[in-house]
């Protein structure tokens, strides 16, 4: 059955680049009953409704050397609520991508790549050793790198995916190293295997040195495919997607899958307490600066993705603090209100003629009502709108979690949330209310029902989602028992930081013409950019330029034309003797017979 | 009378084999006729000949009289190749004359690059 989930995607990926891509509405149904499949079989397998028994195959066996890898799937609720996550927020997308993106002469390739996208993300949930997850950590920045260049004619698109499939090699790499170091030290790759191994395992104190290192090139990946600081920088680039596969990029796969990485591993991260440390400090961090930079964003879906890395900040500080089940539960919100979010955003840019600008939006709740509600409900559940939305219970579990042992995430997990009510309720200010302030938003109409279907449905998780009667956090950790009396507190401060947050945004962004906030700093993202385009990027071209130097004198003057020239000259030269005359032939042997004999004779031993 | 015409040695043999090659070896540089060049190659191959059998002969008194036997079957198969050799080389020589009638080395100078 899990096979089913894992290969039907890859499937119609590949029908569809070979067979079918001709005809783009079939590609569009292969790739949407793709995913469809894949929901129902997850669906079936989590709710135990027949599901065929697990498979698992021997990859490699070398047992010599220990290394025994067994393909198989995970079946433990992280990989079955993930499943659901991830199948079940993708079918919304595909469906909606379908609405939007049709017309688009590439609407064979970019199903194609989103199913591949699929594939490789189910590939990482149902992964059972370091290997089979590391092929699909690859798999996933190649098909990332595919779909944000999916508009290949345009050259920010190429740029952005660039170099977003640079900066996921870089956390490749360090995962890479990661992986090698588990095989190394535990000898076995498999997380059963190493699970029970590691259960109550005390490390030596002359290993921990080697431990934290490994646990550190682990979080590596997590870095760069979280988008953590400071390897955010492709996350900005990676809305010249198209708006429903940034939605997948940011909400259900790429950006989480980091987190997912983290609580599947979680059992070796608690092998390295002090990396644990660092982990929720970048994390927190990376949530903060994301926010200021949301802030001053103008591109709509760079506010979206930008408040996807803030969340997602937040998710992998609550594995650094060791609340695994905070972080799954807000991952899971986050995949529905997220989504919702760049999908609504997305039928906005569409009934906009592409306009992603904010400055040139507004007024658009009368012109699009259904798409405004959806992205108003979205932006309820991402700032934590107390009691209803589904995103105030999964930030308490983080906050809560941070509450009593770790101050210093849980202010700035604080600080952070106020911001993103802050820069929420400046989009929606400035982009659905007020008065329109441009003639494309005159021209607008709401989306057709297909498009507005998934955001309804993901509107409603989107409300209920965090509801105790769901159970999702009873479904992670059946044991989980939640913390009433920092809840109250912390829900006490959420309100406040959340009233001070819209309240400044309200007064800031009231029926203004143009931002009234500049600050380059958050707009520019701190300048990362340009500190790596004046640092690796000029290094590197340096370097380059160096070694071409190198090639073009040393290598190519030098060694390759010098000693073919070496033997053409000296050909030249020895043609001279060959003149057809058959005497001066032999007279010049006879030279040659003398000069072996003198040599024999007199050189040879040292002379006479 | 010195002893040097009174009794004959191996250095007797082995100059006369010398001289012999040095006229073959003349006669191949000198000389532009294509088929007297190649009886004075002939003269070469058997001068050297002449020099085995020699060496043969006289080193009877160290090896046994099996030396001999054995130095004039190596001359004897020399010659029978040599004379393979000939075949092979007068027929070129014939075919060559045939074909650009002359036997002149100075005229047949297209035998370079």
Sequence with gaps: MNWIILFTPLFAAVLIALLVHPHPRLSAALSISACLISFLSSAMLVFDLGALPLGSFTWINLSGQNLIIEMGAMNDPLAQLMLLVVTGVGLCIHFFAYADMKGDPGLSRFFAKLSLLMFSMLGIVLANNFIMLFICWGLLSASCYFLIGFWFQHANAVEASKQALVVHRVGDVGFLLGVLGVWWVFRSV???????????????????????????????????????????????????????????????????????????????????????????????????????????????????????????????????????????????????????????????????????????????????????????????????????????????????????????????????????????????????????????????????????????????????????????????????????????????????????????????????????????????????????????????????????????????????????????????????????????????????????????LFRAHGGV | MSSVFTEITLNHYLALSGIIFMIGLAGVMLRRDLMVIYMCLELMLNAASLALISFSRFNVNRFGPDAAAEGQLMVLFIIAIAVAKAAVGLALIVALYRNRQTRNVNDLAEMRF
């Design chain 1, 190 to 600: 498999d997380f059963t295997v190493l699970e029970t191994m590691l259960a109550g395992a005390q490390v030596a104190p002359a290993r921990q040195n080697l431990i934290n290192w490994m646990v550190f090139a682990l979080f590596m990946g997590c870095l760069a495919k979280s988008a953590m600081i400071p390897l955010h920088v492709w996350l900005t680039g990676a809305t010249e997607a198209p708006t429903p596969a940034s939605a997948l990029v940011c909400a259900a796969t790429v950006l989480v899958a980091g987190v997912y990485m983290l609580c599947r591993i979680f059992f070796i991260l608690e092998l390295a307490p002090d990396v644990m440390e660092i982990i929720a400090r970048v994390a927190m961090v990376s949530a903060l600066l994301a926010a200021l930079m949301a802030s001053q964003q103008n591109d709509i879906k760079k506010i979206l993705a930008c408040s996807a890395l803030s969340q997602v900040g937040s998710m992998v500080a609550a594995v650094g603090i060791g609340s695994v089940t905070a972080a799954m539960f807000h991952l899971t919100m986050h995949a529905f209100f997220n989504a919702l979010l760049f999908l609504s955003a997305g039928s906005v840019i569409r009934a906009l003629h592409q306009e992603r600008n904010i400055w040139n939006m507004g007024g658009l709740r009368a012109k699009m009502p259904v798409t405004s509600w959806a992205f108003f409900i979205g932006t309820a559940a991402l700032i934590g709108v107390p009691f209803v939305f589904s995103g105030f219970w999964s930030q308490q579990a983080v906050l809560v979690a941070a509450w009593t042992d770790h101050p210093g995430v849980f202010w700035i997990g604080l600080m952070t949330s106020g911001l993103t009510a802050y820069y929420m309720t400046r989009l929606l200010l400035v982009a659905f209310l007020g008065k329109e302030r441009s003639d494309v938003v005159a021209g607008a109409g709401e989306s057709s029902l297909l498009m507005q279907l998934p955001l309804m449905l993901l509107a409603l998780f989107s409300v209920i989602g965090g509801w105790k009667w769901i159970g999702v956090v009873h479904f992670i950790d059946p044991d989980f028992v939640p913390n009433h009396e920092a809840g109250v507190v912390v829900m006490g401060l959420s309100f406040v930081v959340l009233v001070i947050g819209t309240g400044g945004a309200l007064a800031l962004y009231r029926d203004v013409e143009q931002d009234p906030v500049s600050i380059p700093l958050f707009a520019r993202s701190f300048y990362v950019e340009e500190l790596y385009a004046a640092t690796i990027v000029r290094g590197q071209n340096a370097w380059a330029k160096t070694l071409e130097w190198f090639d073009q004198w040393v290598i190519g003057a030098v060694l390759v034309r010098g000693l073919s020239s070496l033997g053409t000259v000296g050909g030249e030269l020895l043609r001279l003797i060959q003149g057809g005359n058959l005497q001066a032939y032999v007279f010049l042997l006879v030279l040659g017979v003398l000069f072996v004999c003198y040599w024999v």
